[in-house]
């Protein structure tokens, strides 16, 4: 009977003990969990982002539909523009707007191609500073290729990506 008791109160005290240390213990191990979910999940928020396949599918599409030799075509009817672009793309601020980075020409390729085709008076915003209005060249004798050409490389040169620029485009905004 003694030895049932005692075992009784030894075995208690055993439990208790572990029952703490095992909540202690859980406790950790929930925190140290809940921590590695949390950059798994993050992990592969990312991965999933970077690898679904319409987003492969979408860089393929970018990368292939602006063709090398279109640029290389535009690169070349751009000579005709970078005594006042200049070849850098940046213009000479005031009286020459940029197409380096250029809010106003990115903000409308059909412009751009009306722009580029009759030149343009009327006063203009780029980037903050005040165009009021100097002569563009007309570029109406260039054919509807060139102007492709051209609009593409200056929509997609100096860290522009101004998307894709088709003859169709083009005979419409002439
Ligand atoms: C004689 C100088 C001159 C030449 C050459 C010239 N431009 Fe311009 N361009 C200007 C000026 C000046 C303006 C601003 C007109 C205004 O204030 O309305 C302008 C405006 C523009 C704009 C809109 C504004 C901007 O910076 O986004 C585009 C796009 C453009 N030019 C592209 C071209 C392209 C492409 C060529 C060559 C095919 C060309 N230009 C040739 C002087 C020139």
């Keep these: ?3 049932i008791i005692f075992y009784k109160n030894i075995s208690t005290y055993f439990c208790n003990v572990k029952f703490n240390n095992y909540n ?16 798994v999940l993050v992990a592969c928020q990312g991965d999933t982002k970077d690898q679904t396949i319409e987003n492969i599918q979408d860089e ?11 640029m290389d075509k535009g690169r070349t009817v751009y000579m005709q523009c970078l005594a006042c672009h200049q070849a ?7 009286t020459f707007p940029p197409l380096a980075n250029s809010d106003y020409m990115l903000a409308d390729i059909d412009r751009t ?7 343009t008076k009327d006063p203009i915003m780029v980037n903050g500073t005040e165009y009021p209005g100097n002569t563009m ?10 102007i492709v050409a051209v609009a593409t490389y200056v929509l997609n040169s100096w860290g522009n990506s101004g998307g894709v620029v088709t003859t169709e485009m083009v005979a419409a905004n002439r």
């Design 60 to 70: 393929v599409v970018e990368t292939s539909v602006i063709s090398q030799s279109v």
């Design 88 to 94: 850098n793309g940046e213009g000479i601020v005031g």
């Design 113 to 119: 191609i009306k722009t580029i085709i009759n030149g």
């Design 24 to 39: 202690y213990m859980m406790k950790k191990i929930k925190i140290v969990a809940g921590i590695l979910a949390l950059v």
């Design 1 to 3: 009977m003694i030895f």
């Design 137 to 146: 060249t007309k570029f109406t004798h260039l054919s509807d290729e060139d």
